[in-house]
């Protein structure tokens, strides 16, 4: 078996791949790993779904993670969270909920595996995908998080090849977002999605492509602040919640807005790990293990206020 420490060091792919198949083999009654679909240099999207048969339909909670290769720590975190979702079956230490009677969960770790081979081989600062597109020449990438189908191409995001926001010629231009909007669509009863980036320490709601007040934004700013206050308890650090485009910037074309807006799905967040600044993306990993400890009591605080509401 693997033995690559997660929680202190940042894996390449291929140990994040095994870590994955590992933990999978290891809790093959809880764990099935699929593939929902192929990153544009042919490599595999995992799909990690963990379930508990309890003989009852749940609810489903989609979780993804490393759509910006250099945001390093939302991988580290997609891993914690899958560990801590079978360690105890999903009955942790601080959770009242029994997470795995409550939920099945899916889970798209590594939403860009191009982007975060390219982060570990070349460029450790790289954020795109490493899509070859018509009429960019030698210039490649598409902005994940800009290429979804809501308010596309609009603002906080560029028309242009070499522009970190480049939005792609269409929405799910991309190969990764079209797989992972498949997979999520093809998902019965999804309540919650999740979105992990970094940095900035921030739980952002819905809206990120327009200032405009969400329905359901005091619902989501409560059960934003509680999650923040159980991170809190944690680790002492403060996590700043709200709507995206109202405190950090607008952005048409992501994720968590897709599934709030065209795909109707009321409980919708990004999460911005640490740090909140210095040195960006390159968090330390002698502070993986306190990202994923902070962050899982407030994803707890999240799946316990999302199952009675
Ligand atoms: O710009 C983004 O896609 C996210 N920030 S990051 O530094 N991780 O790139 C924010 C996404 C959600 N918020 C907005 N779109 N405003
Ligand atoms: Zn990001």
Redesign the pocket.
């Known amino acids: 078996p693997l033995n690559f420490d997660y929680r202190n060091n940042y894996p390449t792919l291929d140990q994040a791949y095994l870590l994955i198949d590992d933990l999978a083999s290891k809790y093959s009654d809880l764990i099935t790993v699929t593939t929902l679909g192929y990153s544009h240099q042919g490599r595999a999207l995992k799909q990690v779904k963990i379930s508990k048969n309890t003989g009852t339909s749940k609810p489903a909670i989609w979780i993804e993670a490393t759509?910006?290769a250099r945001?390093w720590v939302s991988l580290s975190v997609a891993l914690g969270i899958m560990h801590n979702l079978v360690n105890a079956h999903g009955n942790t230490e601080k959770a009242s909920l029994d997470l795995l009677a409550a939920f099945d969960w899916y889970i798209n770790p590594i939403h860009n595996p191009d982007g975060y081979v390219y982060t570990h081989t070349t460029d450790r600062l790289w954020?795109k995908n490493r899509q070859i597109i018509s009429g960019c020449g030698s210039i490649v990438g598409v902005?994940l998080?800009?290429n979804w189908d809501v308010n596309h191409g609009g603002t906080?995001s560029s028309a242009s090849c070499s522009s970190d926001?480049f939005h792609g010629g269409s929405p799910f231009s991309a190969p990764e977002t079209a797989a992972l909007k498949a997979a999520v669509e093809a998902t019965p009863n999804v309540k919650a999605f999740f979105?992990f980036?970094?940095?900035?320490q921030l739980i952002?709601l819905p809206y990120?492509?327009t200032t405009a007040t969400a329905p359901n934004y005091n619902v989501l700013k409560t059960m934003g602040d509680n999650a923040a206050n159980a991170l809190y308890e944690v680790s002492k650090r403060r996590f700043t919640v709200g709507a995206?485009?109202q405190i950090?910037?607008?952005?048409s074309g992501?994720a968590?807005?897709y599934f709030y807006v065209s795909r109707g799905i009321q409980y919708s967040f990004?999460y911005?790990l640490r740090p909140s600044g210095l040195p960006y993306f390159e968090l330390p990993a002698r502070e993986i293990a306190a990202a994923i400890d902070e962050t899982w009591a407030s994803f707890v605080s999240f799946a316990e206020q999302i199952a009675v509401a």
Do not use: I, K
């Open positions: 759509t910006h945001e954020r902005d998080n800009r906080g926001t979105s980036h970094s940095y900035s952002l990120a492509y995206a485009a950090l910037y607008a952005a992501g968590y807005d990004t911005e």
